[in-house]
Nanobody, 114 residues
């Protein structure tokens, strides 16, 4: 079965960096686009970044130029490098894949202090 497990979250000061990882299993990873979403308290879940099977990337305006999504098909892992973090980036970050349906990981908490 499809499994996604995020890691790498934590507490960081504004201006700092974190690198999130999402380990995937249960499907042919290289064939599918992977996405990172986030959900802040009291807000809807929002798309942060997507990377296609061919490496095409797309970012939310709020993170463009600060975050970088990448993938390692040999390791079945997708990454989110987050630089110049801001307090408004505080959220639970989820990875997602759409195969026959949407599959989500349990999320990892990112907290940015001012």
């Amino acid at each position: 079965q499809v499994q996604l497990v995020e890691s790498g979250g934590g507490l960081v000061q504004a201006g700092g960096s974190l690198r999130l990882s999402c380990a995937a299993s249960g499907f042919t990873f290289s064939r599918y686009a992977m996405s990172w979403y986030r959900q802040a308290p009291g807000k809807q879940r929002e798309l942060v970044a997507t990377i296609g099977s061919g490496g095409y990337t797309n970012y939310a305006d709020s993170v463009n130029g600060r975050f970088t999504i990448s993938r390692d098909n040999a390791e079945n892992t997708v990454y989110l490098q987050m630089n110049s973090l801001k307090p408004e980036d505080t959220a639970v970050y989820y990875c997602k894949v759409l195969t026959t349906t949407n599959y989500w990981g349990p999320g990892t908490q990112v907290t940015v202090s001012s």
